[in-house]
């Protein structure tokens, strides 16, 4: 089945440092990736969709500024969250998409910026 | 507006007991709904789906009915292995926009032997 990583998968940070988190598709080409981000006790939430070699669009009150993505490649998307503080403290998980078919998940990343 | 609501967790359940995991929506229109499961260390994958009213899904022996008059769509399993022991996530999509899974809070479930 397709596979999509996530890296690190945990990360600890000081607060106003920017962080990267890596999603890739280890066997197929996505056009399109998602992040999400969930905090404890709490839904996923989608943050932004990217399609390669555009813009992400976010959704409604995710700042784009602060969480910088890029969709370089068919197989790669980068969140940056930039000048992290500790409300940012969060699961971040990514999901890629090949055309329209099924999403496919990343294991995710935990971010604890202190 | 929209949502996904999931009993809370954990359920923890015997091997080879029925399993019943609750998830009622509130959407407009007509959503497509969907079960994921999380194992540990992995994404999570789609266990199975519905697109339309009275659609049942079932996929590893678990099964969930698209009950549009109750909006909901319960997970079920009539007997439980220590393998199925997970987090499994209710969500669902609106017809008007199928990019983006509105999740549940998640239901993690351990099965002992």
């Known amino acids: 089945g397709a596979v999509v990583s996530q890296h690190p998968s945990w990360v600890i940070c000081k607060s106003g440092t920017s962080v990267k988190i890596e999603c890739r598709s280890l066997?197929?080409?996505?056009?399109?990736m998602f992040w999400y981000r969930q905090f404890p006790k709490q839904s996923l939430m989608l943050m932004a969709t990217s399609n390669e070699g555009s813009k992400a669009t976010y959704e409604q009150g995710v700042e784009k500024d602060k969480f910088l993505i890029n969709h370089a490649s068919l197989t790669l998307s980068t969140l940056t969250v930039t000048s992290a503080h500790p409300e940012d403290s969060s699961f971040y998980i990514c999901?890629?998409?090949?055309?329209?078919?099924?999403?496919?998940f990343g294991p995710g990343t935990r971010l604890l910026v202190l | 507006g929209d949502s996904v609501t999931q009993m809370e967790g954990p359920v923890t359940l015997s091997e080879e007991a029925f399993l019943t995991i609750n998830c009622t929506y509130t959407?407009?229109?007509?959503?497509?709904l969907f079960w994921y499961v999380q194992y540990p260390g992995e994404g999570l994958q789609l266990l199975l789906k519905?697109?339309?009213?009275?659609d049942k899904g079932s996929n590893k022996g678990f099964e969930a009915t698209y009950r549009k008059e109750t909006t909901s769509f319960h997970l079920e399993k009539g007997s439980v292995q220590v393998s199925d022991s997970a987090v499994y996530f209710c969500a669902l999509t609106l017809s008007y926009n199928t990019d983006k899974l509105i999740f549940g809070t998640g239901t993690r479930l351990q099965v002992f032997p």
């Open positions: 066997d197929f080409q996505a056009t399109t």
């Open positions: 999901s890629a998409r090949a055309n329209q078919e099924t999403q496919y």
């Open positions: 519905a697109t339309k009213a009275d």
């Open positions: 959407a407009t229109g007509y959503p497509s």
